[in-house]
């Protein structure tokens, strides 16, 4: 095996690793949702400051003060496990009423990313 095929293959075994420690974390806290990884991690063109995009879609709807709690206790959690995280939590209902708008993230979060 080459050298470069082995860095390859365990940079995928860490990336998994962590896509796995993200949705473990956010699942302990919201149970039943739906974890998208967007921006530069899910398009491969991230470096090793790059952090984590994740919509975290609900089947219910939050205040906005509620949401706000869970995007903070996510990413503290994370933050713990040395992952740095953009956490945007939204209802289907949000989804449907945002994911059409032109320049709205969660439009382009549901364009380029990828489930978790």
Known sequence: MR?????????????????NQI?????EIL???EIILFGSRARNDADDS?????????????HSAERLKFQALIRKKLA?????????VQSRSDIELKKN????IVRSALKEGVSV
Do not use: C, M, W
């Not at 470069?4 to 990336?15: M, P």
């Not at 790059?50 to 939050?62: E, G, Q, R």
């Not at 713990?80 to 945007?88: G, P, R, T, Y």
């Not at 708008?101 to 709205?104: I, M, S, V």
């Open 23 to 27: 949705r473990t974390s956010v699942l």
């Open 50 to 62: 790059s952090d984590y995009d994740l919509l975290i879609i609900l089947n219910s709807s939050l």
């Open 31 to 33: 149970p039943g949702s």
């Open 101 to 104: 708008l032109p320049g709205h």
């Open 80 to 88: 713990v496990q040395n992952i740095l995280a953009d956490i945007i």
């Open 3 to 19: 050298i470069f095929d082995l860095i390859v293959i365990l940079t995928l075994e860490s990336k998994d690793k962590i896509l």
